[in-house]
């Protein structure tokens, strides 16, 4: 799928507007940068994964790169995203009116429990993480805030994709699905099984399906409607035993109970719709 084709079209239908060509293919170009992370691009990839001229592509970038959104290594050859990227990020953080109340909460649990701890929303097919409180018995050399999964092989997200059962979750599954480990789960009749257990039970698992050897349980907050935002807790699998699954259930239903008891209540959130694929 190229990026931002289809969320391109689904967001004209949505809003009967025609998008501007060059500013889509803007966010598209600087989304494909951000998804590649830490990996610079060439020219002949960019112009491939937008299925855009390289002349067109490269007079893109020569002006992202002279604002700043995009950074060119020395030789000029190669791109990746640009300082002006994290403004934006930083911006939208330091404004959302739910991060710092859940931020607390999971720097606390995260301390009583010594896991790692997440905070994330999901958009569109992906979770996108907001905050993470790391465990001090790990050391990761990357930060986690910023970073995309998918939503059907997260505990975040696919907390979020049982509560919208009942309504449809077509908009926040991709076409194609890559399987991320062997226990990823890449049927769709597997995936609403494994959903309508999380409903049942309260809160999602991943078994080790985005890291081999990581075991995390996710559980929605919901004080938007749909609920868009989700904690979870990540545990290197050979730490588990059914006791300590208990201790970190309990203590994750708790902390989500107290978010929710302190955070605005918003019934207005985004549609599914509008953020769909």
Known sequence: MLIGKLSTVESERESGVRGVKSAARAVDLLELLASRQNRPARLRELSEALGAPRSSVYALIRTLVERGWVRADPTGTQYSIGIRALLAGTTYLDTDPYLRIVQPHINELSAEL???IHFGRIDRGDIVYLATKESTKYIRPFSRVGRRLPAFSTAMGKSLLAERLDTG????IPEEWTPLTPNTLVDPEALVRDLELTRERGYA?????NYAGVKCFGFALRYTSPAMDAISCSV????LDDGRVEVLVAALRRTRLEIERMAPVDLTSPSDAMLGF
């Open 236 to 239: 290197p699998a050979a730490s």
């Open 114 to 116: 010594n896991e790692t």
């Open 169 to 172: 979750i077509e908009a926040h």
């Open 205 to 209: 698992v991943d078994n080790e399906e």
